[in-house]
């Protein structure tokens, strides 16, 4: 039985589209969209808009690693 290697390379690429989506998403945010908000709704954007990016990358990184048979790592002090 031939094995597979744990190629990261999808991930990988995923990942750096999805900061350049998320980074022309802040820009045109910024130019055009935050207006009409105060600074603090313009926080809660960017924060929301980080953490929807984060946990969808997140979700997709735990999915390949359980594919991939990779264990999580349990530390106990």
Do not use: D
Request: proline share 5%; with cysteine.
């Amino acid at each position: 039985m031939i094995e597979k290697e744990a190629n990261p390379f999808i991930p990988i690429v995923v990942t750096i589209v999805a900061m350049i989506c998320w980074a022309i998403f802040m820009l045109l945010y910024a130019l055009f969209w935050s207006t009409g908000f105060n600074l603090f709704q313009n926080i809660v954007v960017v924060l929301l808009s980080l953490v929807v990016v984060g946990g969808v990358l997140g979700l997709m990184w735990v999915s390949w690693a359980f594919r991939r048979g990779i264990p999580p790592r349990m530390h106990v002090s």
